[in-house]
């Protein structure tokens, strides 16, 4: 597609379930980052893929929080034993490069609601 | 880390009106971005900012980066509706082994027609 696609767009879960959110970024695009970003705030770094590896994954929050991009295209944000603060919109987004050196596409975000 | 503070964190404007937001930093930025988010959508590029003083101009919109390179500020003349939503600045934090991009909290704008 053109442009950054995130699926589910919407995810309700129980409290303590798994959760995966995915993220196709634009193609050809090397880095590839997640953020979240709660209501009436600015979006929260996450973690930052260069290629197949994690450049820098120092925003997750704990290790409940993991993330892969195994052939350094579709990335794969995964959260165990979900917490009620874990709702959020996780967004995710592209760039040709790195953050260095120009902008951020972000996708539509996956909103996740943990009752 | 690096934090980038904005100011203020709503505002409240006539149709017609100018708007301007601020982004600060305690510390000397690489470069600044600033983003643009509508009401239920994405943030949005909106441009870069790397030297030290550079102006940019986007139509109605005007982009400053400080001497010091500690701050930024957004201008937008004759505010329209279409401007509403929340205006985002976004700096490199090297608090993480490669840098990341952290975001201020935001300027909400809404423009009253």
């Known amino acids: 597609g053109a442009g950054v696609s995130q699926t589910p767009s919407n995810k309700v879960t129980e409290k303590g379930k798994y959760v995966e959110l995915r993220c196709d970024p634009i193609?050809?695009?090397?880095?590839l980052y997640w953020y979240r970003q709660s209501l009436g705030q600015g979006p929260e770094f996450l973690i930052y893929?260069?290629?197949?590896?994690?450049?820098?994954d120092s925003g997750l929050p704990n290790d409940r929080f993991f993330a892969v991009r195994p052939e350094g295209s579709v990335s794969t944000l995964k959260i165990q034993r979900t917490e009620r603060g874990d709702s959020a919109v996780y967004l995710c987004?592209?760039?040709?490069?790195?953050?260095?050196?120009?902008?951020?596409?972000f996708g539509e975000g996956s909103r996740l609601t943990v009752l | 880390g690096q934090q980038v503070m904005q100011i203020p964190q709503y505002q409240h404007v006539q149709e017609g009106e100018d708007f301007t937001t601020y982004c600060n930093s305690s510390?000397?930025?690489?470069?600044i971005q600033w983003y643009k988010q509508r009401p239920g959508g994405h943030p949005v590029f909106l441009i870069q900012?790397?030297?030290?003083?550079e102006v940019k101009k986007q139509k109605r919109l005007t982009f400053q980066f400080g001497e010091a390179k500690k701050n930024s500020s957004l201008h937008i003349t004759a505010t329209q509706t279409t401007d509403v939503g929340t205006y985002f600045c976004?700096?490199?934090?090297?608090?993480?082994?490669?840098?990341?991009?952290?975001f201020g909290k935001g300027t909400k704008l809404s423009v009253k027609p």
């Open positions: 987004a592209s760039s040709l490069y790195s953050q260095y050196t120009g902008e951020l596409f």
């Open positions: 193609s050809g695009h090397t880095a």
């Open positions: 893929f260069q290629g197949t590896g994690a450049a820098d």
């Open positions: 510390t000397t930025l690489s470069n």
């Open positions: 900012l790397v030297k030290s003083g």
């Open positions: 976004a700096a490199i934090n090297y608090g993480g082994s490669q840098g990341n991009l952290i």
